[in-house]
């Protein structure tokens, strides 16, 4: 079967109309399976990380996530925008090699590697923002920001608690790291599309008791739509069993390089902790939605520890979306490559406003 990106898998989901609708406007009537420990982990706050409560999510800004890069992207932003094309100097200059001219002529499998599209992503994201800002932008007017698993470090980045140079060193030792993970052991990501979290979270029960290895939910999109990681053993059994069994409407294996955000990823998170020690991490001027628990973090140490977690820990976008949309939100802007962020919303909630700042 051929392996497909999230970007392409989001095309083939259902959208909001079509999936169970498990999220409607009002918090009340929000249902998710049980996920991650982390969720409850009394550890990822403290007495000074609760400075965002009561915030507004009028204005949201969004930044995407891996799997959003196309070779060619870039090329007409640092042309048409001398702060974008500097935002590339600085970073070839850390990394080593020339990054925009991986992003603009690839070749593909080059730019889809964990290790560069990640530093990639971040760039091209912070790029987009200078073209936002060029065009006649007020990015003073957000009142929150987020990004999808990889995209949390550009809305720190936005929000101001992490500085650009040091987004592109942490984005670089965790593409790295996050690659070395997934080449000591077999593993992989599948997206299951037209079940609900509850009918998946039974297939991937069902699949780790049938292989005998583990799957679960890693990425939790929106209705209708969710990813899921384990060993290629157990992936090969959701893909065997997830029409016939739970009724899903198909099942797709992603093009990654491992199971992202389960405990395959966990010899990630010392080598990301350790980066993570040396970076001075402010408080963000506005908040930002952190992937690991749908909550915004004021305390920068916490911040440090969530960042950690996050490789090991499923992505609760789903959640996240609905805080949004019950938080006062009037408009969304999803700056960065392609249109996979703004694509969620647009299924969770069809009238959402959402604007797209491409690059």
């Not at 399976?33 to 999510?57: Q, R």
């Not at 004021?298 to 938080?327: C, F, H, R, Y």
Request: include cysteine; charge should be negative; glycine fraction near 8%.
């Amino acid at each position: 079967m051929k392996l497909m990106s999230l970007t392409s898998i989001l095309l083939l989901a259902p959208a909001a109309s079509f999936a169970p609708r498990l999220i409607t406007r009002g918090l009340k009537s929000v249902r998710f399976a049980a996920t991650s420990s982390a969720l409850a982990d009394a550890s990822l706050t403290s007495p000074t990380d609760d400075e965002f409560e009561g915030y507004s999510t009028k204005t949201a800004f969004m930044f995407p996530g891996q799997g959003a890069q196309v070779v060619g992207m870039a090329k007409g932003v640092t042309d048409e925008c001398p702060a974008a094309k500097e935002l590339f100097t600085k970073a070839s200059a850390i990394l080593g090699y020339d990054l925009l001219e991986r992003c603009v002529e690839g070749p593909k499998e080059l730019l889809d590697s964990t290790e560069v599209s990640q530093p990639a992503i971040f760039v091209a994201s912070m790029a987009a923002v200078e073209k936002y800002k060029m065009d006649g932008g007020d990015v003073e007017a957000a009142t929150c920001a987020m990004g999808l698993s990889l995209g949390e470090y550009s809305a720190l980045c936005f929000a101001g608690a992490i500085a650009f140079e040091d987004g592109v060193k942490i984005t670089k030792a965790r593409g790295e790291a996050m690659q070395a993970a997934s080449d000591a052991v077999e593993s992989g990501m599948v997206s299951v599309i037209g079940l609900d979290s509850e009918a998946t979270g039974r297939l991937c029960e069902a699949a780790s008791e049938k292989s005998g290895e583990n799957v679960k939910i890693a990425n939790f999109l929106c209705s209708g739509n969710y990813a899921v990681s384990g060993s290629l053993k157990a992936c090969a059994v959701v893909n065997e069993i997830a029409k016939p069994d739970f009724k899903a409407r198909m099942t797709v294996p992603l093009a990654v390089a491992g199971a992202f955000h389960t405990d395959f990823m966990a010899p990630a998170v010392d080598r990301l902790a350790e980066v993570l020690k040396d970076i001075e991490i402010k408080k963000p001027r506005i908040p930002v939605i952190s992937n690991v628990d749908a909550k915004p973090h004021s305390d920068p140490e916490v911040i440090k520890k969530v960042l950690a977690t996050q490789v090991t820990s499923p992505v609760q976008w789903e959640k996240t979306m609905q805080i949004v949309l019950n938080g006062g939100f009037e408009e969304g802007f999803e700056l960065g490559p392609g249109k996979v962020v703004a694509g969620i919303m647009k299924r969770t909630d069809k009238k959402a406003k959402m604007t797209n700042i491409e690059v």
